[in-house]
T-cell receptor, first 113, second 114 residues
């Protein structure tokens, strides 16, 4: 099994719909992250969580919310999807220092029509 | 604040030629630097990392990078490109302590032609 599992892998949804992307990890790490990848922009941080009770906004959190259900689970929600949220979304985890590199999931490709 | 600049969004090399992907960083504290690779339709894989030990860092698949503090650079090189190296490469920076996060550059897409 993968260290970081994201579901679904691909999703097409309509404008205005609520959608949840899920992430689970088996690394036993406290820290988890959600990034968004757009061509030419690299990866931008949406939200991050350093433990179950510590959730923080990243640089592009507007239009998104998160839930840390357990140490191993961190979900991302789009409350009312819009077309410019079409992107590739990555979940990642790191150890408590955050300085040894992150482990990434395989990504969720989301299309909002 | 930390930031990363990758010079060249697209780089094209011939098979067997030197690969050089440029990364410059900005950081007010000692940085930790990383290179990740993303193959088509896959997630990100860690190539190598600089964590304040040796300035020349060797990674997987024959890649290496050199940390140059005076130039604020962490360029990625490989002596001889293979077709299988075609991918997108991301440079990233973080720092020790506090609410540190991994900040990515915009990425460089490497094409390798016969």
């Amino acid at each position: 099994d993968a260290d970081v599992t994201q579901t679904p892998r691909n999703r097409i949804t309509k404008t205005g719909k609520r959608i949840m992307l899920e992430c689970s990890q088996t690394k036993g790490h406290d820290r988890m992250y959600w990034y968004r990848q757009d061509p030419g922009l690299g990866l931008r941080l949406i939200y991050y969580s350093f433990d179950v009770k510590d959730i923080n906004k990243g640089e592009i959190s507007d239009g998104y919310s998160v839930s840390r259900q357990a140490q191993a689970k961190f979900s991302l929600s789009l409350e009312s999807a819009i077309p410019n949220q079409t992107a590739l979304y990555f979940c990642a985890t790191s150890d408590s220092t955050g300085t040894y590199g992150y482990t990434f999931g395989s990504g969720t490709r989301l299309t909002v029509v | 604040a930390q930031s990363v600049t990758q010079l060249g969004s697209h780089v094209s090399v011939s098979e067997g030629a030197l690969v050089l992907l440029r990364c410059n960083y900005s950081s007010s504290v000692p940085p930790y630097l990383f290179w990740y690779v993303q193959y088509p339709n896959q997630g990100l894989q860690l190539l190598l990392k600089y964590t304040s030990a040796a300035t020349l860092v060797k990674g997987i698949n024959g890649f290496e990078a050199e940390f140059k503090k005076s130039e604020t650079s962490f360029h990625l090189t490989k002596p001889s490109a293979h077709m299988s190296d075609a991918a997108e490469y991301f440079c990233a920076v973080t720092f020790s302590g506090g609410y540190n996060k991994l900040i990515f550059g915009a990425g460089t897409r490497l094409a390798v032609h016969p």
